[in-house]
C-alpha cells in the first residue's frame, strides 16, 4: 500500500485530493519531514510500483506519478497533456511559492515585512487574475477535470482566506465552489485538518 508523509497545507493537500479522486490505498504515516530528500513534505513510498519501491518528494512530481499509475485525471491527448502540465506547473512554480511567502511574510515572520507582505500579494493578485481568465474561458484548466485543477485548488482556496478576495475573481469563484462540492475534494483537503 502508498505511505504517504504529509500535512494539510496546499502542497499535500492536493495529493490528498488526487488519493482521494482516484481511489488508490493509502496510508498515513506519522509526520517525519526529514524523511524527505529536502525535509519537506509531501512524500509518498510505493512499495509495489513496477519497477520496485519508488519513494518521491516534490508534490508535482507525485501527481504525475499516481495519475499515471491510476490511469487517470491526466489527459492522453497530447495538447491536453500539456495544458495539464502547463497549469500544474503554474501553481508549483508560481502561485503556490507566492502563497508560502506571502503566508511566510504576513503569519509566521516574527517581523512584519510591509514591503514583502504587499510584493507577495501583489504576485497573487496578477498570477489570479491569469487563472480567471482561463477559468473563464472553461470549466477546468486542462479542459477537463485533471492533476492541475487539484494542484491549484488548495493554492486558491488559501490564498481565499486573506489574500484576495474570490468575488473579484467570479469564473475562479465558481470553478473553485464546483471542487469544493466534490468528495474527495472535501476529503483531501480535511485531511489530518483534526
Ligand atoms: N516544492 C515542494 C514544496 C513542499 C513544501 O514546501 N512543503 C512544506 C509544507 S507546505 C514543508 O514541508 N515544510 C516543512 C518545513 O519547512 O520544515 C513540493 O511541491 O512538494
Redesign the pocket.
Known amino acids: 500500500m502508498i505511505e504517504l508523509w504529509s500535512?494539510p497545507?496546499?502542497?499535500?493537500q492536493k495529493v490528498h485530493i488526487l488519493l482521494e479522486e482516484t481511489g488508490l490505498p493509502y496510508k498515513l504515516m506519522p509526520m517525519d519531514?526529514d524523511a524527505a530528500p529536502n525535509?519537506?513534505?509531501?512524500v509518498i513510498i510505493d512499495p509495489a510500483s513496477t519497477q520496485g519501491p519508488i519513494k518521491l518528494?516534490?508534490?508535482?512530481a507525485i501527481l504525475l506519478y499516481l495519475a499515471e499509475k491510476a490511469g487517470n485525471f491526466i489527459p492522453t491527448d497530447m495538447a491536453a497533456r500539456y495544458m495539464c502540465l502547463q497549469w500544474t506547473m503554474f501553481q508549483?512554480a508560481g502561485l503556490?511559492p507566492a502563497f508560502?511567502h506571502y503566508h511566510y511574510f504576513s503569519q509566521t515572520a516574527p517581523e512584519k515585512s510591509p514591503m514583502a507582505i504587499k510584493r507577495f500579494k501583489q504576485v497573487i493578485q496578477r498570477l489570479a487574475g491569469v487563472l480567471e481568465k482561463r477559468l473563464a474561458e472553461d470549466d477546468a484548466l486542462a479542459g477537463t477535470y485533471s492533476i492541475a485543477d487539484m494542484a491549484v485548488y488548495p493554492s486558491v482556496a488559501a490564498a481565499a482566506a486573506g489574500a484576495i478576495n474570490l468575488d473579484a475573481y467570479p469564473a475562479t469563484k465558481r470553478w473553485a465552489d464546483k471542487m469544493a462540492a466534490r468528495p474527495a475534494v472535501a476529503r483531501g483537503m480535511a485531511l489530518l485538518r483534526g
Open positions: 500535512w497545507t496546499p502542497s499535500g519531514a525535509k519537506r513534505i509531501p518528494s516534490e508534490s508535482g508549483i503556490g508560502q
